[in-house]
Nanobody, 125 residues
Framework: VQLQASGGGLVQAGGSLRLSCAAS??????MGWFRQAPGKEREFVAT??????????YYGDSVKGRFTISRDNAKNTLYLQMNSLKPEDTAVYFC???????????????????WGQGTQVTVSS
């Protein structure tokens, strides 16, 4: 299994970035994005869970309304569209995949089996 995250960079506050995570190797019940700022614990950002012919999403409170998680099934790629970025969004962002099904809030603490290498996002004020 390989997860390859990309799309990070430097952006001014109020700007946008889109992160991508190319997945290969197997199928999963869901995928998610996490972030870790210097000196801080890893923080849950967003997750998407496959449910038959649709999907369910859940977001951390700090990004709700500003970030959107999505997946292109044909490309087997996960995305995180980040709008209205703030300096406090500065962190290394990681994509992850899980075998276990979860729903809503429980997905923020459900174990993820595979992790990508991380991509740096820096938001300047």
């Amino acid at each position: 299994v390989q997860l390859q995250a990309s799309g990070g960079g430097l952006v001014q506050a109020g700007g946008s970035l889109r992160l991508s995570c190319a997945a290969s190797g197997r199928t999963f019940s869901g995928m998610g994005w996490f972030r870790q700022a210097p000196g801080k614990e890893r923080e849950f950002v967003a997750t998407i869970t496959w449910i038959i012919r649709t999907s369910s999403t859940y977001y951390g409170d700090s990004v709700k309304g500003r970030f959107t998680i999505s997946r292109d099934n044909a490309k087997n790629t996960l995305y995180l569209q980040m709008n209205s970025l703030k300096p406090e969004d500065t962190a290394v962002y990681f994509c992850a995949a899980r075998s276990k099904f979860c729903s809503g809030y429980e997905c923020s603490s459900t174990p993820y089996d595979y992790w990508g290498q991380g991509t740096q996002v820096t938001v300047s004020s």
